[in-house]
């Protein structure tokens, strides 16, 4: 079984600050993870993934995520924010056998002016 | 351009009038799937299929059929909905071999 926490369900950031979105998540085999963005009255968008190459995979939009094995973690980062950065974001986990991707609960990141 | 598309995009109904979202892609991927997005609980699966008439239930299944008779389309039934299928639904399609995902606009369903 494969499952995504995403802690903190809201996030707010001074446009220019870092951002930090937290992601752990349980999973018997090794996993693959992704971070989506969501942006208000759209689909979801492939921000970046980690596919057991490098740890530190780097995305669109600046962003990029590091994968820690030994804290079952793969937070999202980006050095300074951007008004345009406001969305939902989701974390999600598959592995190679499975046919399933499992998402967390998702965090909305607003960025103030 | 690679494409998922869905119909409607917004629809309103009523308990127990059965309904149909249409879900087509024209990448020619074999796999499809449908979630449905509920605040504070991300997404969840609700049918996937690997290919022509191969479906498989998802963590969601119940009060939904799926068919797929063709590889461009994979619909998602309801056949009796009800207040609590009150959602926003996702198509997609599985893009790459680590079951990346390639999302459709949504459909935002409101049963009264």
């Known amino acids: 079984a494969q499952s995504v926490t995403q802690l903190g369900s809201h996030v707010s950031v001074s446009e220019g600050a870092l951002v930090l979105l937290r992601c752990n998540y349980s999973?018997?085999?090794?996993?693959?993870l992704f971070w989506y963005v969501q942006y208000p009255n759209q689909g979801l968008q492939l921000l970046l993934k980690y596919t057991s190459a490098a740890t530190l995979v780097k995305g669109i939009n600046g962003f990029e995520a590091e994968f820690k094995k030994s804290e079952t973690s793969f937070h999202l980062t980006k050095p300074s924010a951007h008004m345009s950065d406001a969305a939902e974001y989701f974390c999600a986990v598959s592995h190679n056998a499975g046919n399933m991707l499992t998402f967390g609960g998702g965090t909305r990141l607003m960025v103030k002016p | 351009e690679a494409q998922v598309t869905q119909n409607p995009r917004y629809l309103i109904t009523v308990t127990g009038k059965k309904l149909t979202v249409t879900c087509s892609q024209n990448m020619n991927h074999e796999y499809m799937s449908w979630y449905r997005q509920d605040p504070g609980l991300g997404l969840r699966q609700i049918y996937y299929?690997?290919?022509?008439?191969?479906?498989d239930k998802g963590d969601v299944p119940e009060g939904y059929k799926v068919s797929r008779k063709e590889k461009r389309n994979f619909p998602l039934i309801l056949e009796s909905p009800s207040p609590n299928q009150t959602s926003l639904y996702f198509c997609a399609t599985r893009t790459g071999a680590y079951n990346e995902q390639f999302f459709g606009p949504g459909t935002r369903l409101t049963v009264l």
């Open positions: 999973s018997s085999v090794p996993p693959y």
């Open positions: 299929s690997m290919n022509v008439e191969v479906t």
